[in-house]
């Protein structure tokens, strides 16, 4: 019996370290991690007790309960569309399994650390290998890219990283120091961050330059506030933080015009419409996002306390006979839009103010369980605000679009929210 238990663990962590390392890269992959991860949970008999004894828990049986209720009466309020609903509800629902990522981390900090270092190389690796000919062209010409992945969401994963990297200085310095490695560690910290602006750049997502620009100013604020960094660290972090301003500065500089005619590209969007009429709003990114705004707002006042339903929005938004919902498709010809642009505008048009509700009390209870964990020192300060700070620069990028329900935005939750909330799974 302890052979097999020994077996079932070994197989958990392998599969939390594959589905890190591919989290990003590969949906196959990541998802063979996941199943090995789910095979070998009833096992650990004593530790799925004690996750089905957490809050986390519990409000993830409430959550995956209204949304099977609600998938059920979809199905019977537009019946046309019930593999949609079913789809979407399955995607929705898998969003609660960043406890499995948390169950297997298990409040370990060197477990939760290696998780990290995983993802990050995972997603380096996945850069790396798809810069080609047609992206460099691309990239010079000034188009958008996401290298690998989708464009916008691109964006918001590198952020993160950057913001990582400088949050986690402190243990890579540290270690540099004892290895007398502090040089190689620096390049190579410089390197990936030099990679990583310029990926942030190439998107030209503006809702990720948001959500960096908002916190990692507060993040470099928190980081030398605290107490307990050495004269030494605090040195080589100011150095390593005045470095990374500078490679920021550096390549805003070489992308100025691509920055600039983003930017610039928008005013339209208010000084031809000055009586700011919604319909006479031009189609730029910012006046797509009214006209979808606006039509979110108007479905969601028909039905707002329970919404219209699980899959609803792209057929409400295909059933609108609205021309300004539609986009030009790089095939050619022109496309009903397939979401919100908002995540929160979802939320209120298929769930209704039920459903919203309950996504901010889910997000109020995760935020309080790991501020607790914190304060009751199970939780590392530099994991915390890793934590905090992704879950706050999501929040700001899901104003402006929605990516919920795909592979690579849920597995990026999945760890981000995993090595978080495992630490409220830490013996006291």
């Given at each position: 019996m302890?052979?097999?238990?020994r077996?079932t663990?070994?197989?958990g ?5 594959v589905?890190?390392?591919f ?9 063979v ?7 070998a949970?009833?096992?650990?008999k004593t ?7 957490t809050?986390?828990?519990?409000l993830?049986?409430i ?6 209720v609600?998938?059920?009466?979809s ?23 960043f406890?499995?990522i948390?169950?297997?981390?298990n ?11 995983l993802a990050f ?5 996945g850069m790396?290998s ?10 010079i010409k ?12 691109f964006?918001?994963y ?23 490695m502090n ?34 100013p ?6 030398l ?5 050495t004269h030494a660290?605090?040195q080589a972090l100011s150095v ?5 301003i ?5 390549i ?5 015009e691509i ?6 590209g928008?005013?339209e969007?208010f ?6 009429i ?5 189609e ?5 996002r009214l006209h979808?705004y606006s039509f979110?707002i108007?479905k ?7 919404g ?18 539609k986009?030009?498709?790089?095939k ?15 939320f209120l ?7 919203t ?5 889910s997000?109020?209870?995760?935020l309080k ?6 304060k009751?020192g199970?939780l590392?300060f530099d994991?915390f ?22 592979w ?17 799974l830490?013996k006291?």
């Open positions: 302890d052979s097999l238990k077996y663990s070994s197989l962590l392998i599969g939390l370290y589905f890190s390392f989290s990003l890269n590969s949906i196959t992959f990541s998802g991690g996941l199943i090995f991860m789910l095979i949970m009833p096992f650990e530790r799925l007790l004690k996750l089905i004894r809050p986390l828990f519990i993830a049986c959550s995956i309960g209204f949304l099977v609600r998938t059920l009466f199905i019977l309020e537009i019946p046309e569309i019930k593999d949609q609903h079913i789809e979407d509800a399955l995607k929705f629902g898998r969003l609660w399994l406890l499995v948390a169950f297997w981390i409040g370990s900090t060197k477990l939760a650390l290696r998780v990290l270092f190389i995972g997603f380096i690796v790396i798809s810069i080609d000919t047609d992206l460099l062209t691309t990239i000034g188009e958008r890219t996401g290298f690998h992945l989708r464009i916008t969401p964006g918001l590198s952020a993160t990283i950057i913001t990582g990297l400088i949050i986690f200085s402190k243990r890579l310095i540290a270690n540099s120091f004892k290895r007398k040089f190689f560690i620096l390049f190579g910290i410089t390197i990936a961050i030099v990679l990583l602006l310029e990926g942030l750049i190439a998107t030209q997502a503006r809702g990720a330059w948001l959500a960096f620009a908002l916190v990692f507060v993040v470099v604020f928190s980081i506030k605290k107490s307990d960094l660290h605090k390593a933080m005045a470095l990374t500078c490679l920021f500065v550096f805003i500089a070489l992308n100025f920055i600039k005619n983003r930017f610039l928008q005013i969007t000084t031809q419409n000055r009586e700011y919604i319909e006479k709003v031009p730029t990114g910012i006046g797509q979808l979110a108007q969601w006042r028909e039905h707002p306390i329970f219209w339903g699980t899959g609803t929005t792209q057929y409400l938004i295909s059933h609108s006979q609205r021309e300004d919902l986009i030009n498709s790089w050619g010809g022109r496309v009903w839009f397939d979401h919100l642009h908002s995540t929160y505008l979802e048009v298929r769930f209704g103010l039920i459903g509700g309950l996504l901010f009390a997000i109020f209870i995760l369980e790991v501020i607790n964990a914190y009751k199970a590392p994991i605000l890793f934590t905090i700070s992704s879950w706050a620069m999501a929040a700001i990028w899901c104003l402006f679009d929605f990516r919920l329900l795909h690579d935005w849920r597995f990026y939750w999945m760890i981000i929210s995993g090595v978080g909330t495992s630490f409220v830490k006291d």
